[in-house]
């Protein structure tokens, strides 16, 4: 059966990611910093579910740590490597940039010296909508330029995609590199909206509303996500002859076994109604603290998800009340809130 390693499988989308494909009989072996930027417990609660389930074992340390990384990868010898681990987060890259520097350019350099090593199949990594930064184009296509990047967080996974790129090129490593929308659900990482305001609410604590709720995300359920992710993996880029056989909806790269895929709903939610749909799945009044707009965010992020679905025949799918409805009911359990 095809051996993945993945980093990041304590953390919310390697830990679904890991589950779907556990569940489909793949060998998995997870590698996770178990970092304490938010609660290490859940992280480790994630890890446990896994480790129920036939074909998983993990190693924990930091995406930094080159010697470990590359004896657990030596020693794994994976068909597909699927890369998640990073220090996420717009906000935080305000506070600890340096942090985003490690983890996402050095920690994912360490990750594609180990596919090199290993002649890997196929390379996932995992990068963001963050990076289309202040484009106002929209949809966001793959093919548009961008290079107007607004947090230290979506420059440093700019520069994944590029050394992704130069890798994918000299050393001939089919790469795939994700760019995810706004994923929520259950499991989902305490610092994100969903989470906090769920949580606030519950307590009768107010939520921070940025931009007076003038804002718009691509809110992508994490099912959705992970099945986008799981059908990529056997959509392995060739490197192309020629440029001109290369469709214009394609972001294939004229000289290397490399390309960009948005997954993302390709629903705009304003995040006004976003809080809307929490209050009516919870059937509780927010009490709103409506702030201006925070220094590095992005007023929308809205995905063209054509690529995808030309690559793989699928599109998410998920309503957000849907989704929110899921996570509500994780987190209650989860919580006993
Ligand atoms: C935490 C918080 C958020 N917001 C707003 C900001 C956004 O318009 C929206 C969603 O925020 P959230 O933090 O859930 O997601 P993004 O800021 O889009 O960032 C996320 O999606 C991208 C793709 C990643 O790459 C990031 O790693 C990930 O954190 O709610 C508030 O109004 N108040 C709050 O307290």
Redesign the pocket.
Known sequence: MTRVFITGTAGFIGFHLARLLLDEGFTVHGYDGMTDYYDVTLKQRRHQVLHQKPGFAATEALLEDEATMNRVVDDFAPDIIIHLA?Q????YSLEEPRDYVQANVVGTFNVMEAARRHKVQHLLMAS???IYGANTRMPYGETDKADLQMTI?AAT?KAAEAMGHSYAHLWDIPTTMFR?????GPWG?P????F??VNAMLDGKP?????H?E???D?TYVDDLVRGIRLLMDAVPVRPQTAEEIPDWDSLSPVAPYRIVNIGNSDKVR?LD?VDAIEAELGVTAKRNY?DM?KG??IA?WADARLLKELTGYAPKTDVREGIAHFVDWFRDYYQK
Not at 180 to 184: D, H, N
Not at 191 to 194: E, S
Not at 207 to 211: A, G, P, R, T
Request: hydrophobic share 45%; no cysteine; proline share 0%.
């Open positions: 990073a996420a987060g717009v906000r963001t909508s963050s967080y996974k995810f929308f706004t994923v929520y990482r610092d994100m909206a969903l906090k305001f939520v921070d509303i940025y931009n709720g804002m718009y995300r809110f995040l976003f702030m925070q965010e992005v992020t």
